[in-house]
């Protein structure tokens, strides 16, 4: 199975900066994307970034791009979000999920297989 364990949530002021990790263990393919996704209570999970090995060609929300970035290290065994301006709307929990799809489905929760099991990200005006 594969294993993916987020890290580096917290706390932050508005205009801040955060970076998280996701970082997988276990059985990985070679050509997979690899996905941010953040979700708060009562909403829908959306998808924040995401990056596709082994092109490294990357995906962004629009109420993201500038402000984050997504990168990979080791073949993709580490993702990183680096999370840069923070806004109070981005308070959500982080999700790191992997999975076998054409890149025009990136943003959907349902195209996913493995999923971590979160961080919270709260950021305070």
């Known amino acids: 199975q594969l294993r993916l364990v987020e890290s580096g949530g917290g706390s932050a002021q508005a205009g801040g900066s955060l970076r998280l990790s996701c970082t997988a263990s276990g059985h990985t393919y070679s050509t997979n994307f690899m996905t941010w996704f953040r979700q708060a209570p009562g909403k829908e999970r959306e998808g924040v970034a995401g990056i596709h090995l082994p092109s490294d060609t990357t995906y962004y929300a629009d109420s993201v791009k500038g402000r984050f970035t997504i990168s990979q290290d080791n073949a993709g065994e580490t993702v990183h979000l680096q999370m840069n301006n923070l806004e109070v709307e981005d308070t959500d929990m982080y999700y790191c999920?992997?999975?076998?799809?054409?890149?025009?489905?990136?943003?959907?929760?349902?195209?996913?297989?493995?999923w971590g099991q979160g961080t919270q990200v709260t950021v305070s005006s």
């Open positions: 999920a992997r999975g076998l799809l054409y890149g025009e489905h990136w943003n959907q929760p349902a195209q996913y297989s493995d």
